[in-house]
């Protein structure tokens, strides 16, 4: 069995990932930087009985990982790379997965998660065999580029960043860097307001068509005898009104990405046409007697469930294929409470310099009271509830105050909760006195809640209510309530 290196320039990491490695019974080594990790690779190779897994930390003195990442992966033979970082962002998750990693966790960590990746990883064959990988070092690659870091993805900017923490949204980042290097169409799946098209931005931005042209085009704002002329153009005088050549969006985006938006609503009579661009890769102009070759990465989203909509005959089965051969879900605000606080704060930082020309700091009353909306609109309901509230701003601080009437479902626990404690000092006076009893009418749903919303894990229900893992279960164990 090959040998996992663990690579973190803290002592304590790997000390927990040491002691995961013998609990699996996998061999390991360890290295406190980028340099010592390359010593080790040297010395044991990654043939069948050397380096197999690297569990890598970002931070390390010297380079970083992720400019080991790039000397290693990729390379024949080369060992599983597994990115490890504190600061969960959007770029530190797509740049490791673009560079080749084959996963990433965010510090703390699901222990349980990181032992079934070291079982799985360590025992995998790559691709490419089990031959001795090149050491890393000073390689070039055959276009005389560093190698591992291919001109055509250096240096790109992000759009406007997609932020988060929790799980969910870690595993879009994942998502967005894998796509990143390949050509494949993507399909969006998500409701209205989750964020697809900077989803779409972030595909582009991070491909090797980030120096091209990205359009959008929303299907169902377009008139349905206008479609095939916005899509694929038409010659002067194909139909009336028609006084000029003109290029539809497809040609528009010729060496770049077309986002389809809203895509579930193209109508069926003219989804076959749609099929035929996305495999032949050209067009017919209306109007035109030739076709026409494009070069065009496709990005398609929808709020619909395009599935039910083949099996109702609503969209076509092959269409669906042809765009979904990249499926990603995008998850609702109401599946990510960890990031409500966090996307509030980024847009009060955002906002507050465009609308108060200062910074804006949140409350902890505000923050408790998005934390109790469900957000049906989801973060473009968030984005609109903080641009409002700090239009009611005065002071340095984002409070409950200039929230209120702009959240009726967080109102309206709010009055039930005063409802509560009210009847409580009305009511007979319970064995262990009143404030005990609603300490616990309210901490023994809170944490039912929290189990079930992470499905019994928690590790991650302690982080969701920012306790320590050994409170919850003295928690747990005190009101009588069960792990799942």
Not at 100 to 125: H, M, N, T
Request: charge should be neutral; glycine fraction near 10%; charged fraction near 30%.
């Amino acid at each position: 069995m090959r040998k996992v290196l663990i690579v973190d320039d803290e002592s304590s990491i790997r000390f927990v990932l040491a002691r995961t490695c013998e609990r699996a019974g996998v061999p390991f080594e360890e290295a406190a930087s980028a340099e010592e990790a390359r010593e080790k690779l040297r010395a044991l190779g990654t043939g069948p009985t050397g380096i197999g897994l690297l569990l890598l930390d970002v931070r390390l003195p010297g380079d970083d990982g992720l400019k080991l990442l790039g000397e290693i992966a990729g390379r024949p033979g080369s060992p599983f790379v597994v990115v490890m970082t504190a600061e969960d962002t959007m770029r530190t998750a797509v740049e490791a997965m673009k560079r080749g990693a084959a996963d990433y966790l965010g510090k703390p960590f699901d222990l349980a998660r990181v032992e079934r990746i070291i079982l799985d990883l360590s025992a995998a064959p790559r691709e490419s065999g089990d031959a001795e990988a090149s050491p890393p070092g000073d390689e070039r690659d055959e276009r005389g580029d560093p190698a591992g870091e291919p001109r055509r993805y250096r240096d790109v900017a992000l759009p406007e960043t997609l932020v988060g923490r929790s799980p969910a949204m870690i595993e879009v980042f994942k998502e967005v860097g894998r796509v990143a290097r390949t050509e494949m169409t993507v399909l969006l799946m998500g409701e209205s307001g989750t964020g697809k098209e900077l989803v779409a931005r972030a595909v582009h931005s991070n491909s090797a068509r980030s120096g091209g042209p990205f359009i959008t085009v929303n299907m169902a704002a377009l008139p349905r005898d206008l479609i095939e002329s916005e899509l694929y153009g038409h010659e002067k005088g194909s139909f009336t009104g028609a006084v000029e050549r003109r290029p539809g969006k497809f040609e528009l985006a010729s060496g770049g990405t077309l986002f389809l938006d809203e895509v579930g609503e193209l109508p069926i009579e003219l989804q076959a046409k749609l099929l035929r661009v996305l495999q032949e890769r050209e067009i017919d102009r209306v109007g035109g007697s030739r076709a026409l070759p494009v070069d065009v990465r496709v990005v398609a989203a929808t709020n619909a469930d395009l599935a039910r909509s083949v099996e109702e005959g609503r969209f076509r089965r092959d269409l669906y294929y042809r765009l979904a051969v990249v499926p990603i879900r995008l998850p609702p605000l109401r599946e990510r409470e960890a990031d409500v606080v966090l996307l509030a704060r980024h847009l009060l930082a955002r906002y507050g310099q465009q609308l108060k020309g200062r910074p804006v700091a949140l409350g902890k009353d505000a923050e408790a009271m998005l934390l109790a909306h469900p957000w049906p609109g989801n973060v473009r309901e968030l984005q609109n509830v903080i641009q409002r509230a700090l239009l009611k701003l005065h002071g340095p601080r984002l409070g409950a105050a200039e929230l209120s009437g702009l959240l009726p479902a967080a109102a309206a626990a709010e009055r039930g909760l005063s409802g509560l404690v009210n009847t409580m000092l009305d009511g007979a006076e319970p064995e262990g006195g009143r404030y005990q009893a609603a300490l616990e009418a309210v901490e023994k749903p809170l944490i039912a809640a929290a189990i079930a919303r992470t499905k019994g894990n928690q590790l991650r229900a302690a982080e969701l209510l920012g306790m320590n893992r050994n409170t919850l279960r003295e928690r747990m164990r005190a009101l009588g309530l069960k792990a799942r």
